[in-house]
C-alpha cells in the first residue's frame, strides 16, 4: 500500500511540476492543481497509513488513525481551492486583458 | 509614570493628530501636545531622585534567553535627552501649528513628528541595545518621513532619501558593532555593558566594534564625511529642521558615544579617530557656514560644526571635557533650535531666506530681530550668553589635550574653530538684520504673531538665563555628566568667571578674529565660495548611481521574465538540496511493515497513475485534462475514504466539483487548447519534473515505512477530544477547538481570497478591459437551450434535499464525518446547480443575502464565539458544551464549537459563491443580448 501511496505522489508531483513549467495560464492552472493534489497527500501521508481506523471516537474502535493531519490537510483542501480561484481569475484577466495568455514577460513584448 | 509608558506615549500621541485633523489643526497640534506634555510631566516627575544621582529603571522580559527584553534607564544623561527632546518637541508643536501652511496636510505632519518623538525617547530611555537599535532606525524612517514631507519637491524626495541611504547604511554598520560589544560583555543591557569596560577595550575585537559603532554613530551625527546630508535635509519644513536636524536626532550619535563613554573611551584608538574626525568637522563645518547664503544651510552647516565640536570633547577621554560635552548638548540644542525657528519667520515674512536678499530687518521685525541676534551671539560665544560657558570650557580641555605629541596644536586648532563660528554668527546678525532697509524684500516684512515667535522666546529665554545664572543648570549637566562618565565628576562649578585664563584669551583671539572676518566679507566670499561647494555628495551619487545600474543588471541576469525559467530553476534548487540531504545524513531503518493491497485498490491506484500520465500528454485538450483532473481527484478522495480519512474525503469531493465547475467557467473564454511547445523544451521540463517526482516519492516512502521517532502530539488530541472538547471526530474537534485559532485565520484568508476574486472580476468590468467583453464573440457553438427544462426541474427537485443534506453534515460533524466545510461546500453546489440550470440573472433575482455579508458574518460570528471563551475567564476560542435535553428529541449536545463552525460554514458558502457568481457574472457580460434577454425571465 505504501508504495502504491508514495508512487501516486510521485507522479502527481512529476505532473504538476511538467504543467506549470507550461507556457500559457491553463496549463500552470492545472499543474498547480495537481501540486495541490501531491501536496495533500503526502501531508496526510506523514500520518503514516492505517485502513479502518477512522479517527472518530468509539467504543468499539481498535484503535485510532493520526487525526491532526487530517485535519490541516482538510483546511488545505479549501484554501488550495481558494488560491486556485484567484489563480484562475488571475488568468482569465491577463487574457482578457491583453488578448493572449502566456504568461512570459519575455514573449508578450513587441 | 512607568518609563515605558513614558516611551509609549508619544507614539499613542502619534494617532491623535490623524482623528483630531478634521476639527483642524488646533486640534490636532493639542492633541500631540497633550501626548507630549504627559510624557514631560513623566519624566519630570522623575527628575528629583535622578538630580540626586539615582537612575531609575523597568525592565519587561520579552526573550530573556536571547537577551532580548524592553529594559528602560532613566538616568542624568537620558533625562538630559528626555527633557530635550519632550521640552522643545512641545516648543515646535505650538511653532509647527502656525508654521505650516494651510494647504499643507497637518494631520500627516504631526503624526510623523509624534512618530520621531516617541523613536528618539526610545534611544535615550533603551537600557537594551538592540532595543535601542531598533528605536535607531525608527527614527532614520521618521527623519526621512519628515524631510520628504513636501513631496512634490523634488530636493525633499532627494534630500530625504539621501539622509535615509546614509544613516541606514551607518545603522547597519553599528548593528554589528553592538552585537560584537554584546557578545564580549555577555550581554545586552547598558548597564552591565558599561560595567565591562576594562574586558571590551581588551578584547581582541574591540578595534572593529569600535569602528563599526563610530560609523553609525558619525552618519548620525553629519560627522565629517558624511557630513553631506545635512544641508540636504534642509528640504524639510522649518519645524523638522528646528527639532529634528539640529536639537536632537543629530545628537543621537552624539548621546551614543556619551553612553559608551565608560566603554569604548581612554583607548589611542578611541582619542585619534573621535578627536581627528570632531575637529575636522567642527572647522570644516564652521568654514563652509561662512561662505553659505541660505540661512537655514548656514545654519546647518554651524550645527554640522558644533556635532563636530562635541564629538571632540567626547574623544578627548577626560571627565572635564565630558563635561563640557554635555553642557554644550543643552546650550547648543537652546540657540540652535531658537535660530532656526527665526530662519523660519524670517522665511514665512518675508519670502525668502537668501540672505543677500536680506539686510535692514532690525526695526521691521524688532522681536525676532532680538531673539536672534540673542541666540546668534550665544552661538559665537559671546559672554553673559550660554554658549560662551561650554565654548570656554571647550578651549580649557582642548588648551589641556596634547594632540600627536604637541601640546598647543589642539589648542590652536580648537580657537580657530570657534573663531570661524564667531564669524560666521556675526554674519549672520548683520547680514539679515542690520544695514539699509531695502525696498525689494519679496513680501513687505514684519514680526509675525505670537504663536510663532514664542516657542523661540521660551528658548532665548533658557539661553539668557543660563548665561547669566549657570548655576541654573548645574544639577542637571552634572547628575547628565556623571552618568557619563560613570559617577565621581570632577568638582567643576559652572561659572562665567575663573579668573584669567588660557581659555578666556583664546575666546577674546575668536571673537576679535570674528569681528575681522566680518569686515573682511567681500573678500573672503569671492576668496572661497567654490571651495565651499565641495563636498561628498557626489560620491553619494556615483556610489547610489553604480548601486542601482548593479542591482538592475543582477536582477535582468537572474530574471529574464520568464516564469517557467525561474520556477524550474526553484525545482532544480530543491531537488539539489534535498538531493545533499539525503546523501549526507543517514537514514534508519524501515520499522513499519507495508500494508496489504487488495484488487479493488489497485485499480483505483491504476486509474490515478493512467489519468496523471495522460494529463502531460493530452492537456493541450483543456477541457479533457479537465476530465483527467477529475478522475485524479475522484480517486484521490476514495483513497481518502479508504485510509481512514472520511473527513478528508467528503472536503476533497466537493471541492473537487466547484473546482470544476470554476475552470469550465474560465475556460468559456480561455482558448481550448494550448499551443504546442518545441520537442527539446519538453524533454528537459519532463526530466527536471521526474526528478522532482522521484524525489518526492522517495522521501515519502521513507517517512511512511518508519514509526515516528518522537510521540506526536496526536495522543494528547486523541484523548481529550471528548472530555476536553465534546466531540467524538476527532479531526473536527482539533479544527474548531485544539487549533481552532489557525481554522479561525484560514476562514480569513479564504474570504479574503473570495474578495480579491471579486475585486479582479470587477476591475474587468470596466473600461477598457468590458469592452473586449462586449466584443467577446464564442469559439464555440452553444447549446440552443440555454436552461433545459429537465435540468431546470431536476435541480429545483434537488435544492431542498441538498440544503437538508448540508444541514445534517453540519449538525453531525461534531460527532461523525462531517462539520462546517464540507456542509458548506455542499450548500454551495446545491446553490451554483440553480446558477447553472436557470442562469445568474434568475439566480440573482432571487438572491437574499449578499455574499460579501455571509463571510463577514461567518468570520464575525466564529470570532465571537471565541470571544465568548473571555467571558468565561478562559482563553480565546475554548469551547464549552454542554448536554440538553428536549422533548420529545433525543438528549442531545450543545457546544459553543458549534458557533464556531457555523461561521465557518457560512464564510465557506459566501466565499464559494462570490468566487463563482464574479466569474459567472463575465459570462453574463459578454453573452449577447438575445442570449440575455432569454435568461432574464
Redesign the interface.
Known amino acids: 500500500m505504501e508504495a502504491l501511496v508514495a508512487s501516486a505522489v510521485a507522479v502527481m508531483t512529476a505532473v504538476g511540476v511538467y504543467l506549470i513549467l507550461r507556457r500559457q495560464t491553463f496549463p500552470v492552472v492545472l499543474g498547480m492543481a495537481m501540486l495541490s493534489y501531491a501536496v495533500n497527500v503526502f501531508l496526510f501521508a506523514t500520518g503514516r497509513l492505517v485502513v479502518n481506523m477512522p479517527p472518530v471516537l468509539s467504543d468499539t474502535a481498535t484503535g485510532y488513525t493520526d487525526p491532526l493531519p487530517q485535519a490541516l490537510v482538510l483546511t488545505a483542501i479549501v484554501i488550495s481551492f481558494a488560491m486556485t480561484a484567484v489563480v484562475v481569475l488571475l488568468a482569465l484577466g491577463s487574457f482578457i486583458a491583453s488578448g493572449n495568455d502566456g504568461i512570459d514577460l519575455g514573449e508578450d513584448r513587441e | 509614570m512607568n518609563l515605558a509608558l513614558i516611551v509609549i506615549l508619544p507614539f499613542l500621541g502619534a494617532l491623535l493628530p490623524g482623528v483630531l485633523i478634521r476639527s483642524g489643526r488646533t486640534a490636532a497640534a493639542l492633541g500631540a501636545g497633550l501626548a507630549t506634555a504627559a510624557a514631560l510631566a513623566g519624566v519630570l516627575a522623575h527628575l528629583p531622585q535622578v538630580l540626586a544621582g539615582e537612575a531609575v529603571a523597568t525592565r519587561i522580559d520579552w526573550l530573556p534567553a536571547l537577551g532580548l527584553s524592553a529594559s528602560f534607564r532613566l538616568d542624568g544623561l537620558a533625562a538630559l535627552f528626555a527633557l530635550l527632546i519632550l521640552g522643545i518637541g512641545l516648543l515646535i508643536l505650538l511653532y509647527a501649528r502656525f508654521y505650516l501652511a494651510r494647504s499643507d496636510p497637518a494631520g500627516r505632519f504631526f503624526t510623523y513628528l509624534m512618530l520621531f518623538q516617541g523613536a528618539m525617547l526610545g534611544i535615550v530611555l533603551s537600557d537594551n541595545i538592540l532595543l535601542l537599535l531598533i528605536f535607531w532606525e525608527l527614527t532614520s524612517l521618521s527623519s526621512f518621513l519628515l524631510i520628504g514631507y513636501w513631496s512634490h519637491k523634488p530636493e525633499a524626495r532627494a534630500g530625504a532619501l539621501m539622509a535615509l541611504v546614509v544613516t541606514a547604511t551607518g545603522g547597519l554598520a553599528m548593528i554589528g558593532g553592538m552585537l560584537i560589544l554584546g557578545g564580549i560583555a555577555g550581554s545586552y543591557e547598558i548597564s552591565e555593558i558599561v560595567g565591562a569596560g576594562d574586558a571590551i577595550r581588551n578584547a581582541q575585537h574591540y578595534p572593529l566594534a569600535l569602528a563599526l559603532i563610530l560609523l553609525g554613530a558619525f552618519t548620525k551625527s553629519a560627522q565629517f564625511p558624511f557630513h553631506f546630508w545635512l544641508p540636504r535635509a534642509m528640504a524639510a519644513p522649518t519645524p523638522v529642521s528646528a527639532y529634528l536636524h539640529s536639537a536632537t536626532m543629530v545628537k543621537a550619535g552624539v548621546f551614543l558615544l556619551a553612553r559608551l563613554w565608560p566603554v569604548l573611551s581612554g583607548t589611542p584608538e578611541w582619542f585619534y579617530a573621535v578627536t581627528t574626525v570632531g575637529l575636522v568637522t567642527m572647522l570644516w563645518g564652521a568654514t563652509v557656514a561662512l561662505f553659505r547664503t541660505d540661512l537655514k544651510a548656514l545654519l546647518a552647516y554651524s550645527t554640522v560644526s558644533h556635532l563636530g565640536l562635541i564629538i571632540m570633547l567626547l574623544g578627548f577621554g577626560t571627565k572635564a571635557a565630558a563635561l563640557a560635552a554635555v553642557f554644550h548638548i543643552l546650550n547648543h540644542a537652546s540657540f540652535k533650535a531658537a535660530l532656526f525657528m527665526g530662519a523660519g519667520i524670517i522665511d514665512h515674512e518675508t519670502g525668502t531666506r537668501d540672505i543677500d536678499l536680506l539686510g535692514g530687518l532690525r526695526r521691521l521685525m524688532p522681536i525676532t530681530f532680538g531673539l536672534a541676534t540673542l541666540a546668534a551671539l550665544s552661538m559665537a560665544g559671546v559672554p553673559l550668553l550660554n554658549g560662551f560657558l561650554s565654548k570656554e570650557m571647550m578651549l580649557e580641555a582642548a588648551a589641556h589635550t596634547p594632540y600627536l605629541g604637541n601640546g598647543w596644536l589642539l589648542a590652536a586648532l580648537a580657537t580657530m574653530g570657534a573663531l570661524i563660528s564667531a564669524g560666521y554668527s556675526f554674519r549672520l546678525i548683520a547680514l539679515t538684520f542690520l544695514g539699509p532697509e531695502r525696498t525689494d524684500y519679496p513680501k513687505p516684512p514684519h514680526d509675525p504673531g505670537p504663536g510663532l515667535w514664542l516657542s523661540p522666546a521660551v528658548l532665548v529665554g533658557v539661553v539668557v538665563a543660563v548665561g547669566l545664572w549657570p548655576a541654573l543648570a548645574q544639577p542637571l549637566v552634572a547628575a547628565a555628566a556623571g552618568a557619563v562618565v560613570g559617577g565621581d565628576l570632577p568638582a567643576v562649578a559652572l561659572k562665567i568667571w575663573h579668573g584669567v585664563t588660557p581659555a578666556l584669551a583664546m575666546s577674546g583671539i575668536a571673537l576679535a578674529g570674528g569681528a575681522l572676518l566680518l569686515t573682511q566679507q567681500r573678500r573672503l566670499q569671492r576668496a572661497g565660495a567654490a571651495l565651499a561647494r565641495l563636498d561628498a555628495g557626489a560620491v553619494y551619487a556615483a556610489v547610489m548611481a553604480a548601486a542601482e545600474s548593479g542591482a538592475r543588471r543582477l536582477s535582468e541576469a537572474l530574471h529574464?521574465?520568464?516564469?517557467?525559467r525561474a520556477?524550474?530553476a526553484l525545482?532544480l534548487v530543491a531537488l539539489v538540496a534535498g538531493g545533499w540531504g539525503f546523501a549526507s545524513a543517514g537514514i534508519g531503518p524501515q520499522t513499519?511493515p507495508?500494508?496489504?493491497?487488495n484488487p479493488v485498490?489497485?485499480v483505483g491506484?491504476l486509474a490515478?497513475?493512467v489519468a496523471?500520465?495522460c494529463?502531460?500528454l493530452f492537456?493541450r485538450d483543456?477541457l479533457l485534462?479537465l476530465v483527467l483532473?477529475g478522475i485524479?481527484?475522484l480517486m484521490?478522495s476514495i483513497?481518502?475514504v479508504?485510509?481512514?480519512?472520511?473527513?478528508?474525503a467528503l472536503?476533497?469531493i466537493t471541492?473537487e466539483v466547484?473546482?470544476v465547475v470554476?475552470?469550465l467557467l474560465?475556460?468559456n473564454?480561455?482558448?481550448k487548447q494550448?499551443?504546442a511547445?518545441p520537442a527539446p523544451r519538453r524533454a528537459l521540463?519532463?526530466a527536471?519534473?521526474?526528478g522532482?517526482?522521484?524525489g518526492?516519492?522517495?522521501l515519502?516512502?521513507a517517512?511512511?515505512?518508519r514509526?515516528?521517532s518522537a510521540p506526536?502530539?496526536?495522543g494528547y488530541?486523541?484523548e481529550n477530544?471528548?472530555s476536553g472538547g465534546g466531540g467524538?471526530?476527532?479531526?473536527n474537534v482539533?479544527?474548531v477547538d485544539f487549533?481552532g485559532y489557525?481554522?479561525f485565520g484560514?476562514i480569513i484568508?479564504?474570504g479574503i481570497?473570495?474578495l480579491?476574486?471579486y475585486a479582479?472580476?470587477d476591475?474587468?468590468l470596466r473600461r477598457p478591459?468590458l469592452r473586449?467583453?462586449m466584443a467577446?464573440s464564442p469559439d464555440q457553438p452553444r447549446a440552443g437551450d440555454a436552461h433545459p427544462v429537465m435540468l431546470v426541474v431536476a435541480t429545483r427537485l434537488v435544492l431542498p434535499v441538498a440544503l437538508m443534506v448540508g444541514v445534517y453534515i453540519f449538525l453531525r460533524g461534531h460527532?461523525?464525518?462531517g462539520g462546517g466545510?464540507v456542509a458548506g461546500?455542499v450548500v454551495s453546489i446545491a446553490l451554483v446547480m440553480q446558477y447553472m440550470a436557470s442562469g445568474l440573472a434568475w439566480a440573482e433575482a432571487r438572491q437574499r443575502f449578499e455574499y460579501h455579508s455571509l463571510i463577514g458574518a461567518g468570520v464575525l460570528i466564529a470570532g465571537l464565539t471565541g470571544l465568548g471563551a473571555w467571558f468565561m475567564g478562559r482563553p480565546f476560542l475554548t469551547s464549552a458544551f454542554g448536554y440538553v435535553h428536549l422533548p420529545p428529541l433525543e438528549k442531545f449536545e450543545l457546544a459553543s464549537a458549534m458557533g464556531f463552525d457555523l461561521g465557518v460554514f457560512l464564510t465557506?458558502v459566501g466565499?464559494?459563491m462570490l468566487?463563482l457568481a464574479?466569474?459567472s457574472r463575465?459570462s453574463w457580460r459578454a453573452m449577447t443580448d438575445e442570449r440575455r434577454r432569454g435568461e432574464g425571465s
Open positions: 529574464d521574465g520568464s516564469m517557467a520556477l524550474a525545482v513499519r507495508m500494508l496489504a493491497v485498490v489497485a491506484w490515478l497513475i496523471s500520465l494529463l502531460p492537456h483543456r485534462a483532473i485524479i481527484g484521490v483513497g481518502f479508504y485510509l481512514s480519512a472520511p473527513d478528508l472536503t476533497q471541492v466547484v473546482t470554476l475552470m474560465a475556460l473564454f480561455l482558448p494550448s499551443m511547445e521540463d519532463a527536471i519534473s521526474a522532482a517526482g522521484l518526492i516519492g522517495a515519502i516512502y517517512l511512511m515505512r514509526d515516528f506526536t502530539i496526536s488530541h486523541l477530544a471528548y467524538t471526530n476527532v479531526v482539533i479544527l487549533r489557525d481554522t484560514e484568508v479564504l481570497a473570495a480579491v476574486i479582479l472580476a476591475v474587468l478591459n473586449r467583453l467577446w460527532n461523525a464525518p466545510f461546500l465557506v466565499a464559494v468566487a464574479s466569474l463575465l
